[in-house]
């Protein structure tokens, strides 16, 4: 038997890596390789801006390399998602048990994001002891209509999973695809939201007239909510198209519960945001 044959007989079927692409977890797949450098290139994009070329190109190239960059991540990570989760979800059977080990899975990830969205507030109050300078006026209509937006949201994905429970399968799908429309609205408020601080009023990392250590600050915890959102908008995207393909009932229904639990999370974080950032800042500066 050769050396093939025999890593054939361990793997149960076929050596990885030569078919079933993209298929998913245990199988071979590019999705994650392609998650990874949109995720890369948003930092890269950051860095490049922050560090070496914001006096030498114009906002656009970076706006562009964001805008690339994301649109790469999220594609990436939902076709992971989906082929992982999605595609082989009629060849199992349901599992409570393991059920409730996700939702306790969940939990514990949450737990996790409590404690860096903690560090990120700790820094902001941190450097908030001292005189920073001068700070924007942030709180205004935008911010409010995108925190309404934000919450109204909450309330449409409990009631679709409170559908879903009910048997009321059509209302369930329809709450579905309106929470994902609040929440893709809600990203591009908050791009709208970047585009006017920074090249309208000029309130960036390199502000002449704005703290410097503010904006970090405010960039770096309004940004890492951002991207928490877009991450919840590719889940509820994948489940919304499960939902579609009939893949839940009233007795599965573990990932709908365990994306309305992290939805809950992000909206809840973003009015922390709101308080500390948006209405506390120019109060307390």
């Known amino acids: 038997m050769t050396v093939a044959e025999e890593s054939a007989d361990d793997h149960g079927h076929h050596l990885p890596a030569v078919e079933?692409?993209?298929?998913?977890?245990?199988?071979?797949?590019?999705?994650?390789?392609?998650?990874?450098?949109?995720?890369?290139?948003?930092?890269?994009?950051?860095?490049?801006?922050?560090l070496v070329l914001r006096e030498v190109l114009s906002y656009g190239v970076f706006a562009g390399v964001a805008i690339l960059s994301t649109f790469l991540f999220l594609v990436g990570l939902f076709g992971w998602l989906y082929h992982t989760f999605v595609v082989s979800f009629w060849e199992r059977a349901a599992d409570h048990k393991s059920e409730k080990k996700l939702r306790w899975g969940m939990v514990a990830f949450l737990g996790s994001e409590v404690a860096t969205f903690g560090a990120g507030f700790c820094y902001y109050f941190f450097v908030r002891v001292g005189d920073i300078g001068e700070v924007p006026e942030l709180f205004?209509?935008?911010?409010?209509?995108?925190?309404?937006?934000?919450?109204?949201?909450?309330?449409?994905?409990?009631?679709?999973?409170?559908?879903?429970?009910?048997?009321?399968?059509?209302?369930?799908?329809?709450?579905?695809?309106?929470?994902?429309?609040?929440?893709?609205?809600?990203?591009?408020?908050?791009?709208?939201?970047?585009?006017?601080?920074?090249?309208?009023?000029?309130?960036?990392?390199?502000?002449?007239?704005?703290?410097?250590?503010?904006?970090?600050?405010?960039?770096?915890?309004?940004?890492?909510?951002?991207?928490?959102?877009?991450?919840?908008?590719v889940l509820i995207a994948i489940v919304f198209v499960r939902a579609l393909r009939g893949q839940y009932s009233a007795e599965r229904h573990v990932s709908v519960s365990t994306v309305s639990m992290y939805w809950h999370f992000v909206d809840i974080v973003w009015i922390f945001l709101v308080v500390v950032l948006y209405v506390g800042a120019p109060v307390t500066a």
């Open 20 to 50: 079933d692409w993209p298929k998913g977890f245990g199988e071979a797949s590019w999705w994650p390789f392609i998650a990874a450098i949109g995720a890369g290139g948003i930092y890269l994009g950051a860095a490049l801006y922050v």
């Open 140 to 233: 205004g209509s935008l911010v409010i209509v995108n925190t309404l937006l934000l919450v109204l949201s909450s309330f449409t994905i409990h009631f679709a999973h409170t559908a879903l429970l009910d048997g009321k399968r059509k209302r369930f799908q329809a709450l579905l695809g309106i929470t994902l429309l609040l929440g893709v609205v809600f990203i591009a408020g908050q791009v709208y939201e970047y585009y006017e601080f920074i090249v309208h009023e000029g309130f960036s990392l390199g502000s002449e007239t704005f703290s410097q250590v503010f904006a970090s600050g405010f960039y770096a915890l309004t940004g890492l909510h951002g991207l928490h959102v877009s991450l919840g908008a």
